[in-house]
């Protein structure tokens, strides 16, 4: 069946400019995590989203950005003003309750750069 | 100190070879524990979880140590196919992943 997918799979954009990262997990999965790796390093968690439950969003770096799932099923995440350092390859990742027992599935990723 | 260290590496290996690789933990409380696999460029992709009593999945064997906040991967007769990073990854409560910065691994012929 059909993976984790994001779009866009890259974005350049100017520093001060707000983007949108879109990711579209495996149908029926309940749980949603964004994460960022940056170059050579490991993987950040950001935000994770299960179910109906309110969202765990102690990753986020601040509060430029941040996210929402609609439906329980597409999310965004939104950077507003972007800064170099923001500059990552965001990786979607979905899974099926309880996450504890169960695979994450992570999408391609987005790569980010910002100028 | 970061939540989940790992030995950066590079490993380079001959093929047929044995590798270990070791992570740590800070959280006590940290619930479940597995090994992804990234390779260059691509996205994380699930080894293996780890359970108390050691768990073995044909050439990779996983272990945890939870009194000293310690688990491990052995990786038996590595294959050329091996090469890539090997994430340390630790469930904490409330479901949150956190991984480690990754061992590379690099198997030569």
């Known amino acids: 069946g059909a993976g984790v997918s994001q779009s866009p799979s890259n974005k350049v954009t100017e520093k001060g400019k707000d983007v949108e990262l879109r990711c579209d997990p495996i149908s029926g999965h309940t749980a949603l995590y964004w994460y960022r790796q940056s170059l050579g390093q490991g993987l950040e968690f950001l935000i994770y989203?299960?179910?109906?439950?309110?969202?765990?969003k102690s990753g986020l770096p601040s509060d430029r950005f941040s996210a929402e799932r609609t439906g329980g099923s597409v999310s965004t995440l939104t950077i507003q003003r972007t800064q170099q350092e923001d500059s990552a390859v965001y990786l979607c990742?979905?899974?099926?309750?309880?996450?504890?027992?169960?695979?994450?599935?992570f999408g391609p990723g987005t790569r980010l750069t910002v100028l | 100190r970061k939540e989940v260290e790992q030995d950066p590496g590079p490993f380079n290996v001959p093929e047929g070879a044995t590798v270990a690789f070791n992570c740590t933990y800070s959280?006590?409380?940290?619930?479940?524990f597995f090994w992804y696999r990234q390779d260059c460029r691509k996205e994380p992709k699930l080894l293996m979880s780890v359970y108390s009593s050691g768990n073995e999945d044909g050439r990779f064997t996983a272990q945890l140590n939870r009194a000293s906040q310690y688990i491990s991967l052995l990786i038996r007769d590595s294959k050329l196919s091996d090469s890539a990073t090997y994430l340390c990854v630790v469930m904490e409560y409330g479901n949150k992943l956190v991984f480690g910065a990754g061992t590379i691994l690099r198997v030569k012929s």
């Open positions: 990742a979905s899974g099926e309750a309880p996450i504890s027992y169960n695979e994450q599935f």
């Open positions: 989203f299960q179910g109906n439950s309110a969202p765990d």
């Open positions: 959280n006590s409380a940290s619930q479940s």
